[in-house]
């Protein structure tokens, strides 16, 4: 396992943009964002894989922009006040050929960063 450390969040109004970082203990070759908003599941928000290759949800498409380098991270524009949730990077020990917006392929998860957009 590795250990991952979420920051960048913070209070925006809509509109503003906030970057996001997370460091990881290890190498992994295979990275994501989730967030879960109070009262609602976790979902997926962007995926990527060592060779740069990204997914997103739909929601934030054209809005959000993740890349992996030293760090994973989430830059993210024209907020909106549903984007407002905690913001929790996962890693997977094996590549994939695809990046995963799937929960159950992540073993190892952050603590979370909290986003709020007013």
């Known amino acids: 396992h590795v250990q991952l450390v979420e920051s960048g969040g913070g209070s925006v109004q809509g509109g503003g943009s906030l970057t996001l970082s997370c460091t990881a203990s290890?190498?992994?070759?295979?990275m994501a964002w989730f967030r879960q908003a109070p009262g609602k599941e976790r979902e997926a928000v962007a995926a990527?894989?060592?060779?740069g290759t990204t997914d997103y949800v739909d929601s934030v498409k054209d809005r959000f922009t993740v890349s992996l380098n030293t760090s994973l991270w989430l830059q993210m524009d024209n907020l909106i006040p549903e984007d407002t949730a905690l913001y929790v990077c996962?890693?997977?020990?094996?590549?994939?050929?695809?990046?995963?917006?799937?929960?159950?392929?992540?073993?190892?998860w952050g603590r979370g960063t909290q986003v709020t957009v007013s």
């Open positions: 290890g190498y992994r070759p295979s």
């Open positions: 996962a890693a997977a020990s094996s590549l994939r050929l695809w990046p995963s917006l799937k929960a159950e392929d992540y073993h190892d």
């Open positions: 990527v894989i060592n060779d």
